[in-house]
């Protein structure tokens, strides 16, 4: 009995395993360096750094953030930093209910918060020309597009979720999609947050985290890598490349605190910066020796601890400010 029964719970897997592997999913990391979080948000705990091209496999989705294995570690990770391939069939990639599974920027157009690519850099012309949109055409469905997108659909009698879905797409590109009233532009708040770095905004960035940096005044952007920091952020500019864009800002090496923007993970922070390199250096060949710090709101230097009057007067100014 014991044996049959075995036998029968044998051939029940065996069956399953066809259907089970062909709905699998895997995607690979296509940011230079990504965090795998414990839960689904941005001041989770990091569970693991998947490098660029690391491949993992999808378990399940969660809003904007797609719920992973990789190297024997589980957690959460920004779905817009995963290119993603489906195992299964043609004649499996249909739900249930019918419809096509969704991919990253979807091919009919539609787009969400998360996605990256062609679908939302046509979304993103289509807003900036209806006067909604007012950031740079990147192709990241970040926290500005969705204000965008959000502003649009109130304004032309749809519901206000953010999402380009049918409905919304069709709007966009019709001939009667409503412009943009001076209330309904993203330029109000520009898609610039304000981090509080001892509420919590000192872990939105976590050390290791690779970012850009955009100065206010010349709209020079360069990408920076966070070493280390508790009363701020200590960076390093990732390569002799954007140690040259940083000098280039500043003619020279200089304590004076300039605007700036900070982007990373679809969001974009005021901040300030000085141009010095002092203290540790961790990376050998970007021709800058030491780091330079990025100062948020409420954060202070470390020499002193306390908040300097001057990196919180940039820091304001940053906020009149877009990507």
């Not at 919304?168 to 001076?182: D, E, P, V």
């Not at 050390?207 to 701020?232: L, M, P």
């Not at 141009?275 to 800058?288: D, L, Q």
Request: hydrophobic share 30%; proline share 2%; net charge positive.
């Amino acid at each position: 009995m014991k044996k049959r029964l075995a036998a029968m719970l044998m051939t029940v897997l065996l069956c399953l395993m066809p259907i089970l592997s062909a709905s699998a999913k895997t995607g690979t990391v296509t940011a230079n360096s990504l965090n795998m979080r414990k839960s689904a948000n941005t001041e989770s705990s990091v569970v693991k750094v998947l490098r660029e091209g690391a491949k993992v496999t999808i378990k399940d989705t969660q809003g904007s953030w797609y719920k992973v294995s990789a190297g024997g570690s589980t957690g959460y990770v920004a779905k817009k930093y995963i290119s993603v391939s489906d195992s299964s069939s043609s004649s499996s990639s249909k739900s249930s209910s019918g419809s096509s599974s969704k991919s990253s920027g979807s091919s009919n157009g539609t787009c969400a918060p998360g996605d990256k690519g062609d679908a939302v850099k046509k979304v993103q012309k289509r807003l900036k020309a209806l006067g909604y949109y007012t950031s740079s055409i990147d192709g990241d469905y970040g926290n500005g597009t969705k204000k965008a997108v959000a502003a649009f659909q109130k304004r032309n009698g749809l519901s206000a979720d953010g999402v380009v879905g049918p409905k919304t797409l069709s709007k966009l590109n019709s001939s009667s999609a409503k412009k943009a009233s001076a209330s309904d532009s993203d330029s109000s708040g520009s898609g610039t947050e304000r981090l509080n770095w001892f509420k919590g905004g000192k872990n939105i960035i976590p050390k290791g985290a690779t970012f850009q940096v955009k100065d206010c005044k010349t709209g020079k952007v360069f990408t920076v890598k966070r070493w280390s920091g508790y009363n701020h952020i200590d960076a390093e500019p990732k390569t002799a490349a954007d140690t040259k864009v940083l000098k280039s800002i500043y003619g020279h090496w200089s304590w004076k605190r300039r605007p700036v923007l900070v982007k990373y993970d679809g969001h974009v922070y005021a901040a300030s910066m000085n141009g010095m390199p002092h203290g540790t250096s961790t990376i050998s060949n970007n021709n800058f020796d030491g780091h330079f710090c990025i100062h948020f709101y409420g954060s202070k230097t470390h020499g002193s601890g306390k908040v300097d009057e001057a990196h919180q007067n940039c820091v304001a100014q940053a906020m009149k400010y877009s990507w």
